[in-house]
Structures are given as C-alpha cells and as structure tokens.
C-alpha cells in the first residue's frame, strides 16, 4: 500500500525549511538546475511563517547557497493575473535586501527564481520554462560577451550568469508520463505519488521525510486543519463564481447585462468575506480569495453583529 504523503505546499510551509531536511529541497533543485548546490540556510521571507495567517496557497522558500546565491521557491495554486510581475518583484526585492549599502555592485547575489503554478499562467503548451538575460546586438544579432578580464576577474562564462534566472513549472500541464528525474518530480508535485520505481535525487528521502503517518498528532492536527482551510476557500470561491454569475445574469435581464453581473458579483464577495469572517479566516486570507484591501475587510468585520 502506498504511503500517504504530506503535500509540497505543506512540507516547503514547514518541513523543507528544518536543516535536517535541506536534501530533499537540494535533490528537487538539483534535478532542475542541473547543477549540484548545497543549501547553507534559509532565511525569512513573505511566506516564511508558521500559521495559519500565511498568504493563503502562497508558499516561499528563500534560500542560501555555500556559493552564496539565492534560491526562490514559490508555489501557487489559485490563478494570479499579474504572476509575472510577483516574479520580477519577488527577485528584485532578494537583491536588494542582500547587498548592503556602499559595497560593490559585482557583489550583487545570483539569484534563481522557481515557481511551481497550479494554474494556467500565460499561454505555451509546455509544463517547465526557462527564462535568461542576454543582450542580442540589433544590428549583427550577436550576443554581448564577457571581455577577458571580466572572465578572470568574477570566474564567469557569459553575461546572462550574472542575472537572475526563472524557471516555471505548470504542474497541471504535465501529462503524468516521467521520462527524467524532473518529470518523476513533477508527478510526485501533480499527483502527491512517488512510485517505486523513480530514483530522482531527493525522492527516496522525500518518501521518508514527507510520510504523513510519521508526523506528531499536533502536527497531523494542524496539517489537516491546513487542508480544510484550503478546502474551505476553494468552496467559497467557487460558489462565488457561480452565484455571482447567476443573479447577475437576472439583474441584468432587467437593468442591463454588464451593471447587473457586476452587481451580482458585489453582493457575493460580501457574503464570501461574510462567511469567511464566520469561519474565523483572518483578513489577510481573506483578501486574498476576494482581492480586497484589508481596510474594506475590516469595514465589514466593524459591521457583522
């Protein structure tokens, strides 16, 4: 029998982040990177905390290498429009916060980027993206280089190893067939499986480290109390989507079509952050499933008898 398997979103929430651990996150970067790295630490970041007042479906890993560079983890499970821009933000933001004031720019991290989406961000038919800074020459099409000093003087090859690197993994794209360790990995990502016969770095000890059977009651308590959290959001966003279009497909036969949806969908996300408050979400959650401010949530909690 198959064991039960914690989920990653979970494990990288708590487990990943113990040093003890640090080889199953090394493995699954490894398969990726296609380069071996050693995690010295791993730092505080926006999803670096411990409760349920997280970032709903919102999970960061910033971690340090012995070489020195950054490694972010995301994964997200709800669809964000402006993902891209949460990317370029997320990278930006570990720069800066890791080069201090008066030292010199070539001291500047590497930083490597990955994001593991459960959702269909842009459009392309693959399920794992690259992306690399070059300069291409507008005229002769030639990619700008390194001189020979600046090989010698910072022990790189080429100009894009300076820059941050992305990688996107689309989970739901993947067709479940594991041709290489990376695909053995998105599978166990996709479907909470490791099979027996996939040997990918870090999977065998995944098995072991991620074995729900093994977890303290307090820590089975509080991880199902996790899944019901999102189960509980889920439903509340789903039954906005469909209520909303409903009755505002109704006002809208009577006012207009487009003042009579947007009505409708008023009227429900203040049931949803209604309800939300009544299940005792926090606003920071519940922002995030209804995208208002924190003000307007704590307006209608002032307002709940």
Do not use: C
């Amino acid at each position: 029998m198959a064991k039960e398997l914690i989920r990653f979103d979970w494990a990288l929430k708590r487990l990943l982040r113990d040093k003890a651990n640090f080889e199953v996150l090394e493995g699954f970067l490894a398969e990726l990177l296609k380069i071996d790295l050693t995690i010295q630490n791993i730092g505080e970041s926006e999803g670096n905390q411990a409760d349920e007042k997280d970032k709903f479906n919102r999970v960061d890993i910033l971690a340090h290498t012995s070489d020195g560079e950054i490694v972010i983890v995301e994964l997200q499970i709800d669809s964000e429009v402006d993902y891209f821009h949460r990317m370029l933000y997320g990278v930006s933001k570990a720069i800066i916060d890791h080069i201090k004031l008066g030292v010199a720019y070539e001291f500047v991290k590497k930083v490597y980027s990955i994001n593991i989406v459960y959702f269909e961000l842009g459009q392309g038919s693959d399920y794992v993206y690259f992306g690399k800074t070059e300069f291409v020459g507008i005229h002769h099409h030639d990619i700008l280089s390194l001189s020979a000093k600046q090989k010698s003087k910072f022990e790189l090859e080429h100009v894009s190893e300076i820059y941050p690197e992305y990688y996107i993994l689309k989970i739901n794209k993947f067709n479940d067939i594991a041709k290489d360790g990376l695909d053995e990995w998105i599978y166990f990502l996709k479907n909470n499986e490791i099979k027996d016969n996939f040997n990918a770095k870090g999977l065998n000890l995944a098995k072991e480290t991620l074995d729900f059977n093994k977890m303290s009651d307090a820590e089975k308590a509080a991880y199902k109390h996790h899944l019901e959290n999102k189960m509980l959001s889920a439903s509340l966003i789903e039954g906005a989507k469909f209520e909303g279009m409903f009755e505002g497909e109704i006002k809208g036969r009577n006012e207009g079509r487009i003042e009579g949806i947007s009505i409708g969908e008023e009227r429900k996300t203040l049931e949803i952050v209604e309800k939300a408050i009544n299940n005792g979400l926090d606003n920071e959650t519940i922002a995030v499933i209804t995208s208002l401010s924190i003000i307007e949530i704590e307006e209608i909690r002032k307002n709940i008898k």
